[in-house]
């Protein structure tokens, strides 16, 4: 399989393209899932003129089986529970808050570590443009547009180079508009679509953080 982007600027830049009608508003921020998202995002920022944060999220996940979730931390102290899963598999209360307590150390670590002492942007009324570095099972970008909605946004956009096909249409009726560059089939791994995946750090995420705000006129 030939990858379809150079990197994660390379991607960036070609889903931007996609993403004109949202160009020169005052009312649009892009907002990146850290880490992979990051690189994305800055271009999509930098093409749209919109300002650039990041969303962290950490899923919540079943002891033993971490990749299933059942809630998720985000940006602004919101959390979000599938009560219902958590009654199935009769989770008591006890660890659920267990596990909350560990995973919101993580991303207090890493909202430190972006954001420093600058607040959280305010969402309400504002058309967000969520970025990640493509979309194979879907659930953080769930967990990110479920933690979202509690902010007041006027309208939510996911927006990734590439994706599932079968991802994308489930994760569509959630959203206000989903925008996917490509949708290659069969899907195997957002990775194999890149010719450099190599992972991106928390040190990469600070930089191009303060070289948008930079190019916003906004104080890093």
Known sequence: MTPLFRDRQDAGEVLATKLGAYSGRDDVIVLALPRGGVPVAFEV????????????????GVPGHEEWGFGA?????????????????GLPEGLIEQITARERRELERREHA?????????LTG????????????????????QALRALGPAQIVVAVPTGARQTCDELRPHVDALVCATMPEPFYAVGLQYDDFRSTTDEEVCRLLAAAAEQAGIPA
């Open 45 to 60: 920022a930098r093409a749209l003129h919109a300002p650039l944060d990041v969303f962290t999220v950490r899923k919540l």
């Open 73 to 89: 931390l985000a940006t602004g102290g919101v959390r979000v529970l599938d009560r219902d899963l958590v009654r199935r598999l």
């Open 114 to 122: 972006y954001r420093g002492d600058r607040p959280a942007p305010a």
């Open 126 to 145: 504002k058309t967000v443009i969520v970025v990640d570095d493509g979309l194979a099972t879907g659930s953080t970008m769930r967990a990110a547009v």
